[in-house]
Antibody, heavy 123, light 108 residues
Framework: QVQLVQSGAEVKKPGSSVKVSCKAS????????INWVRQAPGQGPEWMGR????????NYAQKFQARVTITADKSTSTAYMELSSLRSEDTAVYYC????????????????WGQGTLVTVSS | EIVLTQSPATLSLSPGERATLSCRAS??????LAWYQQKPGQAPRLLIY???NRATGIPARFSGSGSGTDFTLTISSLEPEDFAVYYC??????????FGGGSKVEMK
């Protein structure tokens, strides 16, 4: 059974950076496509980007392209999302999520999610 | 960027009733649409993928239909645990992958 466990809640000052981790277990990490999705209070989810650990390829939403970096450490089966130049509007729960792959087809829908990490940006 | 518009924003129903939720895309997403359920304090859970396929472990009372720009999630007979917020998501044209704004199914 795949499990994604994220790091704990963070409180950050405007202008600073935050780095959230997502440790995977229960499968082959290199085969996962790990995405990052955030959800502001009372809002729908918002996709930020993804990484393919096997080849270290990333894709980002244009909205976050200049401020987000997604990385992966295959040796520890952990993905990371770093968001810089934080502002109050970045206050949200940040999730990592794995793309669905049934061995026949992989698709950009998410069948396993981390528990979420609350990032609060406040002066 | 494909915009997904969900309606209604809130649906007030009783257990045993039928729920019908809508998701409309700003351009065709073919059948590349998923539905998720989210309860307070939890991550979203995948219910339906590619418009009409139930994900692993999802009860048969959940069904999805539609293609192109108009999609429907139907819960045939609401159970107490089905009261939650539901989101649609498209993968037809990305980046970015996009989600709808959600529909809340609340108990009447």
């Amino acid at each position: 059974q795949v499990q994604l466990v994220q790091s704990g809640a963070e409180v950050k000052k405007p202008g600073s950076s935050v780095k959230v981790s997502c440790k995977a277990s229960g499968g082959s990490f290199s085969d996962y496509y790990i995405n990052w999705v955030r959800q502001a209070p009372g809002q729908g989810p918002e996709w930020m980007g993804r990484i393919i650990p096997m080849v270290d390829t990333t894709n980002y939403a244009q909205k976050f392209q200049a401020r987000v970096t997604i990385t992966a450490d295959k040796s520890t089966s952990t993905a990371y999302m770093e968001l810089s130049s934080l502002r109050s509007e970045d206050t949200a729960v940040y999730y990592c999520a794995k793309e669905r792959d049934d061995g026949v087809e992989r698709m950009e829908f998410f069948d396993y999610w981390g528990q979420g990490t609350l990032v609060t940006v406040s002066s | 960027e494909i915009v997904l518009t969900q309606s209604p924003a809130t649906l007030s129903l009783s257990p045993g009733e039928r729920a019908t939720l809508s998701c409309r895309a700003s351009q065709s997403v073919h059948s590349y649409l998923a539905w998720y359920q989210q309860k307070p304090g939890q991550a979203p859970r995948l219910l339906i993928y590619d418009a009409s396929n139930r994900a692993t472990g999802i009860p048969a009372r959940f069904s999805g239909s539609g293609s192109g720009t108009d999609f429907t999630l139907t819960i045939s007979s609401l159970e107490p645990e089905d009261f939650a917020v539901y989101y649609c998501q498209q993968r037809a044209n990305w980046p970015p992958l996009t989600f709808g704004g959600g529909s809340k199914v609340e108990m009447k």
